[in-house]
């Protein structure tokens, strides 16, 4: 009976495999990205929370772990996703021009004689493909 149930699930598993396709499409939509990028985010501070119950006495004392990694792995995905959506207060796409809200990207600039360092403020105000 353990071969027959065994036979079965790699059967029903060769079947999902090669049965299930995902369709590859040119991604234009910044939301969705910004979305993939926190969600795959908190999946990877959620492994890394996990990662780190290990190394501890009591790890059923130390649940939080998990949460705390998906957090930190989504706010730290949907910043990745924003900064790499960044956006041109004006766009020039094909001879059509398209506004938007400028993304406003922080720049840290090395320190001066003083041992401070200064953050300066970029936004793109145009952006054209020719």
Partial sequence: MKGF????????????LTSWSIPCH???NAF??????????GL???LVG???????????????????????GVLAGAAYGLAKS????????NG???LAMPTIMPEFQDANAKGSSTVMLKAELIRGKF
């Fill in 5 to 16: 149930k065994r036979v079965v699930l790699v059967i029903v598993s060769v079947l999902l």
């Fill in 26 to 28: 040119a991604s234009d």
């Fill in 32 to 41: 969705r990205d910004i979305f993939e990028n926190a969600f795959y985010g």
């Fill in 44 to 46: 990877a501070g959620t």
């Fill in 50 to 72: 996990g990662a780190l119950l290990v190394f501890t006495h009591r790890p059923s004392d130390h649940l939080d772990y998990l949460s705390v990694g998906a957090a930190s």
């Fill in 86 to 93: 960044s956006r041109a207060f004006a766009e020039i796409d």
């Fill in 96 to 98: 059509k021009v398209k």
